[in-house]
């Protein structure tokens, strides 16, 4: 039977929510902070990059959300650590578009390997900005920016 | 029993009858039947109030206290008259203490502001609870800031009770306004008003009440609760939105100076000075929400058909359900248990979170309210980031919990 809440909530969302990876963590020689924040429905996350020579040496993240914000910035330490700075940035544009347009065309689903479980998300209109909320943080990280980050204003 | 009656006679209630005059309840989401248990953030609305906007556009609209024309005297008097049963509904002295605002949070705004801006001086105090929504917080930092004055909490317990002995600590020469909600839209405790307006009083300052939601669930009389201001929303007493009522006792709003500035607010405008009309036409800038008003008089009226003595008993006896439902669940924690408590279920489940729980009751049909509830220092208070609220209407129904509970188990089900 078709079971549209276990299409969001798959096993490895619920493996991720419960058992977040690289969390929480503030690896050693941090020197990309931000801080990401959905005051609507209080889902807080602080993201903490080592960046070197264009990499992503180390990464992990802080905070509190939902199943879904949880689980999405789980998968996305999983992802990019390791990634050169600039993959990281093509990945993140990739999830950004993925989640939030309508029509994505099926060899950008195929970029995503594992993230591509965050799909799910689509069919709830209400939650996409839960699982934005930690890429946004990561690029801000990557860029420096200071300020809060948020995806449900 | 024969002189219990002869003290007030209520109508035999009936939710299914009371049910079936609501036509957004009778439809299905994602092919469950819609229960709504969020009534505590917006009331479903009966026929009777839509039937009653459509016929004021269809039939009777036209700008109200200007015009000589029959359409200006039939919505004048169709507005005016909500204003007579809403004063006669909260037991006011007269409708002229009745000021049509856009909701309890406009109402609000409006004495922080008039009444502040008049009364406060430097060093004053305002004190308001621990348990406020943001709309009895926000409008008071605003005037202490401008005034210098210091706004002070009155805490409460993990009970979700205020502290009456700290509040009587706090209480002293400089208080000038004790802003309290009647029930707690976070946690369902019901507040002891009429004490607090007693201790307030005897210490020379004003009592404003929120009441956005206690007037759905109880008879309101604000003669015998003896507080100065006493605000309500429309929306969350059956009626349409962008419309509330402001009472305030008629000596303390004939000296206030008005809140916004434009036609209908004035008596004589010069380029030099203008002379400002009476209360309530003083705070009533502009053209009103004359059809909200005419809903809410309706919605106002239906609701006292009921019999609102029913209607506390109906909501206590869902409460009471639900309660004794979440005792049984296991990793579930009610937030709010006060011995006091309007129909409110606001709860936790362990290992997951409100906003998951929000989804998976509305895939069931489930409408209920995940967040902060617009009082994050309750949230504070509990150490939790939000909460799910089931909150009770007139025309739920022991099957509405039941609903709740089966998505509960499927939450918990789902998360393993």
């Known amino acids: ?153 | 029993m024969a002189e219990q009656q002869s003290i007030k006679v209520e109508p035999e209630f009936d939710v299914a009858q009371v049910r079936a005059q609501f036509p957004s309840l009778n439809q299905q989401v994602y092919d469950h039947p819609l229960v709504y248990l969020d009534s505590g953030a917006s009331a479903q609305k009966p026929d009777v109030v839509i039937d009653a906007i459509s016929n004021y556009y269809r039939n009777d609209h036209a700008n109200v206290h200007r015009g000589v024309h029959k359409l200006a005297e039939r919505a004048t008097d169709a507005f005016e008259g909500a204003r007579e049963r809403i004063a006669s509904f909260i037991n006011a002295e007269s409708p002229r203490e009745i000021i049509f605002v856009r909701g309890a949070t406009e109402g609000i705004n409006l004495v922080a502001q008039s009444w502040g801006q008049q009364n406060l001086k430097s060093g004053d105090e305002v004190m308001i609870t621990e348990m406020e929504h943001h709309a009895n917080i926000v409008p008071w930092q605003f005037i202490c800031q401008q005034k210098n004055a210091v706004l002070k909490v009155i805490p409460m317990n993990d009970r979700g009770e205020l502290l009456m002995d700290s509040f009587r600590d706090l209480l002293s020469a400089k208080t000038r306004m004790v802003a309290v909600t009647h029930i707690s839209n976070a946690l369902g405790t019901v507040n002891p008003v009429k004490e607090i307006v007693s201790l307030a009083h005897h210490v020379g300052a004003k009592v404003l009440i929120d009441g956005a939601q206690a007037a759905p669930h109880s008879k309101i009389d604000i003669d015998e609760i003896g507080c100065d201001f006493y605000a309500f929303s429309g929306h969350k007493v059956y009626g349409p939105t962008g419309i509330g009522v402001l009472w305030g006792r008629e000596e303390l709003l004939a000296k206030m100076p008005p809140y916004q500035g434009g036609g209908e607010m004035i008596r004589r405008v010069t380029f030099e000075k203008s002379d400002f009309a009476s209360p309530p036409y003083r705070f009533e800038a502009g053209t009103p929400n004359i059809a909200g008003a005419v809903g809410l008089g309706v919605a106002i009226d239906w609701l006292d058909g009921l019999g609102l003595g029913n209607v506390s008993t109906h909501e206590a006896a869902l409460l009471e359900y639900a309660t004794s439902k979440a005792k049984e669940t296991p990793g579930m924690r009610i937030i709010g248990t006060a011995e006091n408590k309007a129909g409110i279920l606001s709860f936790e489940l362990e290992g997951i979170h409100p906003h998951d729980l929000g989804t998976i009751f509305d895939r069931q049909g489930v409408a209920i309210r995940a967040g902060h509830h617009c009082a994050m220092p309750v949230m504070q208070h509990f150490s939790v980031p939000a909460t799910v609220r089931a909150s009770f209407g007139v025309y739920n129904t022991l099957e509405d919990i039941d609903a709740l509970f089966r998505g509960v188990a499927r939450a918990q089900e789902l998360f393993g």
């Open chain 1, 1 to 153: 039977m078709y079971d549209a809440l276990r299409e969001l909530y798959e096993d490895l969302i619920l493996d991720h929510n419960r058992n977040p990876r690289n969390y929480p963590i503030k690896p050693e020689g941090t020197n990309h902070s931000a801080h990401g924040f959905n005051s609507l429905c209080g889902d807080e996350f602080h993201v903490h990059l080592k960046i070197a020579d264009g990499r992503i040496e180390d990464i992990g993240f802080e905070g509190a959300g939902c199943a879904i914000s949880t689980a999405s910035s789980s998968l996305m330490t999983e992802a990019v650590k390791g990634m050169k700075v600039e993959d990281a940035k093509t990945l993140f544009t990739h999830v950004h578009e993925i989640l939030t347009e309508e029509q994505v065309r099926d060899d950008k689903q195929d970029l995503l390997g594992k993230l591509s479980v965050l799909i799910g998300v689509k069919e709830y209109p209400l939650r996409v900005k839960c699982a934005t909320l930690i890429w946004h943080t990561l690029h801000a990280a990557i860029n420096k920016e200071q300020g809060i980050i948020s995806t449900d204003d």
